[in-house]
């Protein structure tokens, strides 16, 4: 029973490792998709923990979403376009987890199987095929910054907590059709021709 019990560690042992092995040389083999035009995505501490494509929002009009192969790291998010015609990647971004990311759902707006990913390097919405998949993804991408948060390397210091305060998630620009009316807080004048919309940079609509 006693060997029983060791060799069966091993084997979790040697499965864990595998598996962390796949997901150092998955990363290697995304690089190598963007075929030199990305060359730091490789470190010796990254994984790939989870990859699909997702709609993300462009611009101003609700109708602009762009199908983009979203790669979840240990220590980041990654987002690309794939090319209709070989295994080639574009990039787009690459946002890092610090204490001024996080992914939430919207919190102004309710629309289906959407989600808000802000970060110091850009912030947006996310549209899913379904709530499950939306929620599968914030849950992993969560995991993921708790996890790396938590890590001693980066603790914030004494040192550095006054820069890290200082920095801000980027401005969640909010498409127009969403907002009938100015969403700043004691304002109810309705948008028009007139009153048209602008963002302000607490991500709501406001009257221009």
Known sequence: QTALTKICAVNDSIDSDLKDFERRIRVQILENRFK???TNLVTPSRRVLREGVLRKMEGRDVALHKALLFVLFNDSLL???ESATSDKLTFHNLLPFNRQFRVQ???RIAVRNMSEVHSTNGSFMVLTQSAEQRDEWMDSIAAAHRAYIALET???TARTRGTAKKRKASTLFIPFDFAEKCMLKGCDTRFSFVNR???CSEWYVVQK
């Open 36 to 38: 030199g035009k990305v």
């Open 105 to 107: 759902l919207p919190s």
């Open 79 to 81: 987002f690309a376009a």
């Open 197 to 199: 919309r602008n963002h």
């Open 154 to 156: 980066v603790q914030i």
